[in-house]
């Protein structure tokens, strides 16, 4: 949760606004804390960065809201993919002297734990052994 003083603005995104030069999604509200009873409390947008301007992030979320669930969906698979690839390319990096086995075997650890990594190396060694 962000929280920031000030007035806010809101953008041509229904549930975007602005609070000094931070965009964000939600209904802003005014909650009563510490520091006083003119705060507003909602979700940052920080799938767009810090780099930004609010105007770009609503353009682009209303872009996204318009487009089709197919395209968000092929967006979301590609992104996905992206980065699966960027962190197996790392690891490969980082593991010279690693078969591609080893590699995908360390890369099943650090995403989905080690016991399903040991279960899947072993599935993969029974399956490999002639019959």
Same mark, same amino acid.
């Given at each position: %949760?962000?929280? $920031? !003083?000030? @007035? $806010?603005?809101? #953008? ?6 602005? !609070? ?24 940052? %947008?920080?799938?767009?960065? #810090? ?13 996204? @809201? ?10 979301? &698979?590609? #992104?996905? $993919? ?9 690891? &490969?990096?980082? %593991?010279?002297? $690693?078969?591609?086995?080893?590699? %995908? /075997?360390?890369?099943?650890?650090? /995403?989905?734990?080690?016991? #399903?990594?040991? &279960? !899947? ?5 029974? &399956?490999?052994?002639?019959?």
């Amino acid at each position: %949760m962000a929280a $920031a !003083v000030g @007035r $806010a603005k809101t #953008l041509q995104v229904p549930g975007a606004f602005e !609070v000094e030069g931070l965009a964000y999604l939600g209904a802003p509200a005014r909650v009563r804390d510490e520091r006083g009873p003119r705060r507003y409390s909602c979700v940052q %947008m920080s799938f767009l960065g #810090l780099d930004t301007r609010p105007e770009a992030a609503a353009v682009q979320l209303g872009l996204l @809201r318009q487009a089709s669930v197919g395209r968000r969906a092929a967006l979301a &698979r590609s #992104l996905s $993919a992206t980065v699966i690839d960027l962190s197996r390319r790392a690891l &490969r990096d980082t %593991m010279t002297a $690693a078969s591609e086995a080893e590699v %995908m /075997n360390r890369w099943l650890a650090l /995403n989905y734990g080690e016991d #399903l990594a040991r &279960r !899947v190396r072993d599935y993969v060694g029974t &399956r490999a052994q002639p019959r």
